[in-house]
């Protein structure tokens, strides 16, 4: 019953795809969950167990091992995709809504594109709108640059401060002196 767990688990969000495509993997599992579920029951009828006994052991309804089974007999029981067909736009709406988003930029809220789009549909423009923030972040990520001094001595930092209350009563002021090459 592992796959049914795999069913019940939450797909990654960064990578979503709408539509048939998004949909893809879970329903082939559980086409696979589905065809090993008749292939048990086909097993225990040859060993003595009747479909509710069978159904009764993969804690499911004997009502849906029937169903499953009479799919399985048509040739039915394949992938098939849930809700609504997904719409896309256009390529010309598509690129406007892309320059658009050059124009205002990645930090666009869903409403306004809703308002300014509204030919669009709402799924559509989450999409599009978490794709082009993704290319953004990859196009404008800074490189990390980092400085080591291997000799001692070469290079000093110095920090000069007035604290808010006097250190130890008496010192009015700090100055912090670093060698950076030193451990």
Known sequence: MAAIWLLAKPLSRSRRRRGAAGQRKRREIERAVRCAAVTFSRWAAR???NLRQAASFLEIAPRTLARWQQSWQQ?????????RPSHRSSRAVRNRLLALLDLLGPRTGLPTLLALCPE???GELQDVLRRY??????KHRLPVRVLHWHRAGA???ADFA???LAV?????RLLAVRDHASP
């Open 162 to 164: 007035e604290p808010p």
């Open 133 to 138: 923030r993704r290319v953004w972040k990859r």
């Open 75 to 83: 040739a039915r029981l394949r992938t098939q995709t849930r809700g």
């Open 168 to 172: 130890d009563r008496c010192y009015g």
């Open 47 to 49: 060993h003595g167990l």
């Open 120 to 122: 669009m549909a709402r």
């Open 155 to 157: 290079v000093w930092a």
